[in-house]
């Protein structure tokens, strides 16, 4: 659409600063758009303040912009866009200046605003859970070029280089110095240390790998449980513990002093953990990542 002008291009755009105009009151912000293309004032006023009402600001049409809080300004900018119908909405990291509580909170609305609306957006963001939680499908950008395209779910169990799978979330990743396939199918990679992972035979590269797991994924087995070893059931030693009240980030250490990070909740198992204690790791065939 490059070489039609912007008034022809048929794009909505929520830009990152709000962009709305100080002189105009929040419905003729809203109605602006509807006013360029000729509408009759008295059915682009009606228009506006449907699409107010729609976020939330039905009572907010004669106020300035500088009257309005962060929070607010973004609703008056998303209802400009709304107002429009327009076929593709592309939104510029338009939730970034704003608070978490209130990105979250947005990002909802804005999710539920596009199922009523039917629309098609193009949702800029470097938020990880933003993307995750808002997207049908994700494209990854670095340097300018498209690394990997999917569902969400897909971007984050299944990424398909180093970056993707240390950009999206965070991952534990070892280069793996010995790949093998056993009798049974099955395919066992080494990593630093000497530490044996077993590997999803669907997922299984060949060549120089680096296998990995999330550090949710990682399960921290109760003291003392006397169990049937699993698949992968690695010995480590635990060395810091960051307390985020119902969450645990753990940084433990592999056999050789290989790191491994592990996210869990904060439940009875695991509260009574402390550093310099020795724990069994373990996480499934189907949870380890192998990235060529």
Same mark, same amino acid.
């Given at each position: 659409?490059?070489?039609?002008?912007?008034?022809? !291009?048929?794009?909505?755009?929520?830009?990152?600063?709000?962009? %709305?105009?100080?002189?105009?009151?929040?419905?003729?912000?809203?109605?602006?758009? %509807?006013?360029?293309?000729?509408?009759?004032?008295?059915?682009?006023?009606?228009?506006?303040?449907?699409?107010?009402?729609?976020?939330?600001?039905?009572?907010?049409?004669?106020? %300035?912009?500088?009257?309005?809080?962060?929070?607010?300004?973004?609703?008056?900018?998303?209802?400009?866009?709304?107002?429009?119908?327009?076929?593709?909405?592309?939104?510029? @990291?338009?939730?970034?200046?704003?608070?978490?509580?209130?990105?979250?909170?947005?990002?909802? @609305?804005?999710?539920?605003?596009?199922?009523?609306?039917?629309?098609?957006?193009?949702?800029?963001?470097?938020?990880?859970?933003?993307?995750?939680?808002?997207?049908?499908?994700?494209?990854?950008?670095?340097?300018?070029?498209?690394?990997?395209?999917?569902?969400?779910?897909?971007?984050?169990? !299944?990424?398909?280089?180093?970056?993707?799978?240390?950009?999206?979330?965070?991952?534990? #990743?070892?280069?793996?110095?010995?790949?093998?396939?056993?009798?049974?199918?099955?395919?066992?990679?080494?990593?630093?240390?000497?530490?044996?992972?077993?590997?999803?035979?669907?997922?299984?590269?060949?060549?120089?790998?680096?296998?990995?797991?999330?550090?949710?994924?990682? !399960?921290? #087995?109760?003291?003392?449980?006397?169990?049937?070893?699993?698949?992968?059931?690695?010995?480590?030693?635990?060395?810091?513990?960051?307390?985020?009240? @119902?969450?645990?980030?753990?940084?433990?250490? #592999?056999?050789?002093?290989?790191?491994?990070?592990?996210?869990?909740?904060?439940?009875?198992?695991?509260?009574?953990?402390?550093?310099?204690?020795?724990?069994? #790791? @373990?996480?499934?065939?189907?949870?380890?990542?192998?990235?060529?």
């Amino acid at each position: 659409m490059l070489h039609l002008p912007p008034h022809k !291009r048929e794009l909505g755009i929520v830009f990152q600063n709000y962009a %709305l105009f100080p002189h105009l009151d929040v419905l003729g912000n809203v109605a602006f758009g %509807l006013r360029r293309r000729r509408v009759p004032v008295a059915e682009a006023n009606r228009q506006a303040k449907a699409a107010l009402e729609m976020v939330g600001l039905g009572d907010y049409g004669r106020r %300035l912009p500088n009257q309005l809080s962060g929070g607010q300004q973004q609703r008056v900018a998303l209802a400009r866009a709304f107002v429009l119908r327009p076929p593709l909405l592309l939104m510029d @990291e338009p939730l970034s200046s704003l608070d978490l509580k209130l990105r979250e909170q947005m990002r909802h @609305e804005i999710r539920a605003l596009q199922r009523q609306l039917g629309l098609t957006l193009i949702y800029v963001t470097h938020d990880q859970d933003e993307a995750l939680a808002m997207s049908d499908r994700i494209a990854v950008l670095s340097a300018g070029q498209v690394q990997q395209i999917g569902a969400p779910r897909e971007i984050y169990e !299944r990424p398909v280089n180093e970056f993707v799978a240390r950009f999206i979330g965070s991952v534990n #990743l070892w280069k793996a110095d010995d790949v093998r396939v056993e009798a049974d199918g099955s395919v066992l990679a080494r990593v630093a240390g000497g530490t044996t992972m077993r590997v999803a035979r669907h997922s299984a590269k060949t060549g120089a790998i680096q296998v990995g797991v999330r550090p949710e994924r990682l !399960r921290i #087995l109760p003291a003392g449980s006397v169990g049937e070893a699993g698949p992968n059931q690695f010995d480590a030693e635990i060395e810091e513990i960051t307390f985020l009240g @119902e969450d645990l980030q753990i940084r433990a250490r #592999l056999p050789g002093a290989t790191p491994v990070q592990v996210a869990t909740k904060n439940v009875t198992d695991v509260a009574s953990l402390a550093p310099g204690q020795r724990v069994k #790791l @373990e996480c499934s065939v189907d949870d380890v990542i192998c990235i060529s």
